[in-house]
């Protein structure tokens, strides 16, 4: 009997539980498990953090496209102002026409850019948060079950 000495634990109601697993070795694998989830969960907020990222900066390139061709337009109209004043309708007509069009793309430009920004903002890992939140739910429930046992 003395080389049989592993010992059976029991359920509250007394009948032996269906592991054998020592509270050292549950809590040891339970923090390797946990370690494990938020070494996981840390890479996906990142990756989600680094994505925004790309399309913040992607939006404020097109809002800088928008700016650029904005002054050039503006430019153009005022070109189209003083040529109007000087010479007879053909010059300045044409150049209104270049400042009009011009100032159009950038309307282009500044809606894409805005539509581009709005979708990296807020700047949070909201699958990242998401899946924490379902994690710490399913951590709960399992403890809970754990403990009506």
């Known amino acids: 009997m ?13 009948s032996p539980s269906e592991h054998d697993d020592s509270t050292g070795d549950l809590v040891s ?16 907020a990142k990756a989600e953090l680094a994505d925004k990222g790309k ?37 300045w007509a044409a150049a209104l026409i270049v400042g009009v069009v011009l100032l159009a793309i950038a309307g ?5 850019g805005r539509s581009r920004l709005r979708r990296a903002t807020p700047p949070l890992p909201e699958q990242a948060t998401e899946s924490v939140k379902t ?15």
């Open 55 to 91: 399309e913040a900066g992607r939006g404020a390139g097109l809002f800088g496209g928008a700016g650029t061709v904005a002054f050039y337009g503006g430019a153009t109209l005022i070109g189209a102002a003083v040529a109007g004043l000087a010479v007879a309708l053909p010059v």
């Open 2 to 14: 003395a080389s049989d000495v592993r010992t059976s634990t029991t359920t509250p109601a007394g």
């Open 135 to 149: 994690d710490v739910h399913e951590i709960k429930d399992h403890l809970k079950e754990g403990h009506s046992r």
């Open 29 to 44: 694998r339970a923090t390797r498990q946990i370690s494990e989830l938020i070494r996981q969960e840390l890479s996906l």
């Open 108 to 112: 282009l430009l500044a809606a894409a």
